[in-house]
């Protein structure tokens, strides 16, 4: 529980309509009014209206102003927020005013949560530009890796605020990532007049870590789903989640891009030949002690170098409340549970044989390119058909490493082989377990010489089967397939241990 910060409160009218604006950290310079959404700034005493804020995003968030807690060991109680925009998705910076009269941030970014306190900007920092996606740089005598490089604008905000940047007005906002598990933002906001970007330094959290209390009622968010009509066939389409940006109709399969909002005019991709997901959207089952819910899948096939032929695997996106959202991989290895990696591991060498983290080294499995070729469900940031990251996987026997990297973010996940019993039990589908049954991973022995023999004599039957099959067959079955694709086939190290994020760049 967050104890009385020791400065005293301040409150006067609101200039716009009258009623009471409190400011309770003597850091907090802007504010906006509950009653009328003005936008007051504070000089000294007197309170002036400077504009009017645009109406909350409502983010199904969990937390709401007010709501308090601890960190490290000091109590906090959050007192405004800022809601972001950028080309992928959004995010919410909620400000915190901690029990000694200091502030800090809570990141809360789909469901991942960061906290950050500011940190002071050394004399000269590079440009955004300067900074490059999967690359390194030093700030303060520490190495950091580019996690992202966003434009961002604000599109609402609420309670009090330290800095206010001008609505919609783009700046730039750099997310760096350390193997430690440090997170560091510089932010080109351009409210700073000129002066050096602001930082702001944390670590990942989770809800139940910083003891929360004062949280949204659940009883108190039962909207009903947001409805309109596809635009391609005119059918209902209901999306469940507010931070939705992408959704498919279940009519005629069309991917419709929300991220301008349903109101909006709505672009579509039209998807033929689906692939139908072994697990069925909405389902919901128990995975490593978390409750999750299946809210989108998407099929994706990838590409080595210089090979001609593509392997293919299967993502379901889940999404639990507190715990926000992970990927349930199905790929020809078998399957594995995944989340976004708030640190950044550190490639061994150039070539990037190898990774490193958090103590553990991972050797390079597998490098690809990977496209995504067919989306079913909602999904959190902008999905297209035919979207594009290059891959990089690695492995230490059951746990994984994966690298997605787009030109403006690059997603490390982590996580660990599950057995496909388990997935077909935590899902109730015990009747269909036969059907999860996938080629077991064990962890490779340069030196167990009977194992070595024993795979390749398996590889070169597998590739002899292809062979003869490609010639006489060119059929498909689109339940597990993407059968537009003529160059599918198998591949005996197959599939990806990651799912791309899209939005996970952020804090």
């Known amino acids: 529980m967050a104890t009385e910060a020791p400065q005293r409160s301040y409150r006067a009218p609101c200039p716009g309509c009258g009623a009471p604006v409190a400011f309770r950290s003597a850091q907090s310079t802007h504010a906006v009014?509950?009653?009328?959404?003005?936008?007051?700034?504070?000089?000294?005493?007197?309170?002036?209206?400077?504009?009017?804020?645009?109406?909350?995003?409502?983010?199904?968030?969990?937390?709401?102003?007010?709501?308090?807690?601890?960190?490290?060991?000091?109590?906090?109680?959050?007192?405004?927020?800022?809601?972001?925009?950028?080309?992928?998705?959004?995010?919410?910076?909620?400000?915190?005013?901690?029990?000694?009269?200091?502030?800090?941030?809570?990141?809360?970014?789909?469901?991942?949560?960061?906290?950050?306190?500011?940190?002071?900007?050394?004399?000269?920092?590079?440009?955004?530009?300067?900074?490059?996606?999967?690359g390194t740089t030093a700030i303060n005598g520490k190495t950091f890796s580019v996690a992202s490089n966003e434009t961002v604008s604000l599109i609402s905000a609420q309670g009090e605020l330290p800095h206010l940047p001008t609505l919609g007005q783009e700046f730039a906002v750099v997310d760096l990532r350390s193997a430690e598990g440090d997170v560091l933002s510089v932010d080109y906001g351009p409210t700073l007049c000129g002066g050096p970007p602001a930082l702001s330094m944390g670590r990942s959290v989770l809800l139940e870590d910083l003891k929360l209390s004062g949280l949204r009622d659940e009883s108190a968010k039962e909207e009903k789903g947001q409805e309109f009509s596809c635009p391609n066939c005119g059918a209902a389409v209901t999306v469940t989640l507010a931070s939705t940006k992408s959704i498919t109709c279940a009519s005629c399969h069309s991917l419709i891009d929300l991220s301008q909002g349903v109101g909006a005019q709505l672009a579509h991709a039209i998807q033929d030949e689906p692939v139908a997901p072994l697990i069925p959207l909405g389902s919901q089952g128990t995975l490593q002690g978390v409750n999750w819910q299946v809210v989108g899948f998407q099929n994706r096939l990838g590409t080595e170098a210089g090979d001609d032929e593509s392997f293919g695997w299967n993502e379901y996106l889940l999404f639990n409340q507190k715990r926000g959202f992970c990927f349930l991989v199905d790929s020809q290895q078998g399957w594995s549970l995944v989340k976004p990696a708030t640190g950044a591991p550190v490639m061994a060498d150039s070539k990037g044989q190898s990774a490193s983290y958090l103590g553990t080294s991972y050797a390079l499995k597998d490098s690809y390119r990977a496209q995504t070729t067919y989306v079913a469900g909602e999904f959190y940031w902008r999905v297209e058909r035919g979207q594009i990251t290059q891959n990089r996987d690695f492995a230490n026997g059951a746990n994984l490493l994966s690298l997605e990297q787009t030109p403006s973010e690059a997603v490390w996940s982590s996580g660990s082989m599950i057995d496909s019993s388990l997935v077909a039990n935590a899902f109730n589908l015990k009747s269909k377990v036969a059907d999860f049954g996938r080629a077991d991973v064990a962890p490779f022995s340069a030196d167990n010489?009977?194992?070595?023999?024993?795979?390749?004599?398996?590889?070169?039957?597998?590739?002899?089967?292809?062979?003869?099959?490609?010639?006489?067959?060119?059929?498909?079955?689109?339940?597990?397939?993407?059968?537009?694709?003529?160059?599918?086939?198998?591949?005996?190290?197959?599939?990806?241990?990651?799912?791309?994020?899209?939005?996970?760049?952020h804090k």
């Not at 390749?456 to 689109?478: E, F, G, H, M, Q």
């Open 33 to 134: 009014c509950a009653y009328c959404q003005s936008t007051v700034v504070r000089d000294g005493e007197t309170l002036s209206r400077i504009g009017k804020m645009a109406e909350l995003f409502d983010d199904h968030s969990p937390m709401q102003l007010l709501a308090s807690g601890s960190w490290n060991g000091q109590g906090f109680t959050l007192i405004g927020r800022l809601q972001y925009k950028y080309r992928e998705g959004t995010w919410t910076e909620w400000h915190a005013l901690l029990s000694d009269g200091t502030s800090a941030w809570l990141s809360d970014d789909n469901g991942a949560y960061v906290f950050t306190r500011p940190l002071n900007s050394p004399r000269e920092l590079p440009t955004a530009e300067r900074f490059r996606v999967g």
């Open 449 to 505: 010489s009977l194992r070595l023999r024993s795979i390749l004599i398996v590889l070169v039957l597998v590739l002899v089967l292809v062979a003869l099959l490609s010639r006489c067959s060119s059929s498909c079955d689109p339940a597990y397939e993407n059968c537009s694709s003529s160059s599918y086939g198998a591949r005996s190290s197959g599939g990806s241990y990651g799912g791309y994020s899209g939005g996970g760049g």
